[in-house]
C-alpha cells in the first residue's frame, strides 16, 4: 500500500491531493510538528531532510511534492493525470513543474521564512515587499501560459494543475493579492473538485495541528 507523511496545508497537499484524484488505497500519517515528529529517527530515516511530503511505495521513498505528483501519475497512467513521455504536452508538464518550484512559490517561501521561520534577529521586513513585488511579476507569466484554458497543460486537468492550484491558495492563505481574475477562476473551480473536498476531509480529523 502507498504510504503518505505530511502535515496540515503544506506542500505534501499537493501529494494527498493527487491520491485523492487517483482514488487509489493509502495510508496517510500526519506530523505532529509542534511535537517535532518529523525530526525523530524513525522519520529522518525516512527523509533526511525532515521536511514533507514522504512518500513511501513498498520500501522506496520519495520525497519532493513534485516528484511525488508526478511518480504517481506515472505509476498509473491510466489515470491520464500526466502527459505521455515523448510528448510537447509532456514537455510543458516539465516546464511548468519548474516554474512553479524555481519562481512561482519562491517568493511566498521567502515571505514565511521572514515571516515565522527564521529567528525573529534573522529577519529583513524590507524583504516582504521585494517578494510581493517578485510573486506579482511570476503571476503575470503564470497568466499568460494559461490563457483562457480551464487546465495548464493540453487543455486536461494533470498534476500541475495541483502544483499551480496549491501555490495560488498558498498565496491567499499569506493575503496575498492574486490579481488576475483569469487566475483566479482558474484555481476557484478546481479547489471545487471532489477530491480536493476530500482532502479537507482529512485534515478534520487533525484540527489541532493546522
Given at each position: 500500500m502507498l504510504e503518505l507523511y505530511g502535515f496540515n496545508e503544506s506542500r505534501s497537499h499537493r501529494t494527498l491531493w493527487a491520491l485523492e484524484e487517483?482514488?487509489?488505497?493509502?495510508?496517510?500519517?500526519?506530523?505532529?510538528?509542534?511535537?517535532?515528529?518529523?525530526?525523530?529517527?524513525?522519520?529522518?530515516?525516512?527523509?533526511?531532510?525532515?521536511?514533507?511530503?514522504?512518500?513511501?511505495?513498498?520500501?522506496?521513498?520519495?520525497?519532493?511534492?513534485?516528484?511525488?505528483?508526478?511518480?504517481?501519475?506515472?505509476k498509473f497512467p491510466e489515470k491520464n493525470l500526466v502527459p505521455k513521455a515523448g510528448t510537447k504536452e509532456r514537455a510543458l508538464y516539465g516546464q511548468w513543474i519548474a516554474f512553479v518550484i524555481s519562481e512561482l512559490e519562491q517568493p511566498l517561501w521567502t515571505m514565511g521564512?521572514?515571516?515565522?521561520?527564521y529567528p525573529e534577529n534573522k529577519r529583513?521586513?524590507?524583504?516582504?515587499?521585494?517578494?510581493?513585488?517578485?510573486?506579482?511579476?511570476?503571476?503575470?507569466?503564470?497568466?499568460?501560459?494559461?490563457?483562457?484554458?480551464?487546465?495548464?497543460?493540453?487543455?486536461?486537468?494533470?498534476?500541475?494543475?495541483?502544483?499551480?492550484?496549491?501555490?495560488?491558495?498558498w498565496a491567499?492563505?499569506?493575503q496575498v493579492p492574486i490579481g488576475d481574475e483569469k487566475v483566479n477562476k482558474y484555481a476557484d473551480s478546481l479547489l471545487e473538485r471532489d477530491a480536493h473536498k476530500r482532502v479537507l476531509a482529512v485534515y478534520e480529523k487533525y484540527p489541532n495541528q493546522q
Open positions: 487517483l482514488g487509489v488505497e493509502y495510508q496517510y500519517t500526519n506530523l505532529n510538528f509542534m511535537k517535532g515528529e518529523h525530526k525523530s529517527p524513525e522519520f529522518l530515516a525516512k527523509n533526511p531532510g525532515g521536511k514533507v511530503p514522504v512518500l513511501i511505495d513498498n520500501g522506496f521513498a520519495l520525497a519532493e511534492s513534485a516528484a511525488t505528483v508526478t511518480y504517481l501519475a506515472d521564512r521572514h515571516k515565522f521561520i529583513i521586513p524590507q524583504v516582504m515587499e521585494l517578494a510581493l513585488w517578485e510573486f506579482d511579476n511570476q503571476l503575470k507569466i503564470l497568466a499568460e501560459g494559461l490563457g483562457d484554458n480551464n487546465y495548464m497543460v493540453g487543455n486536461q486537468f494533470s498534476m500541475i494543475d495541483i502544483m499551480i492550484v496549491h501555490t495560488v491558495s491567499r492563505k499569506f
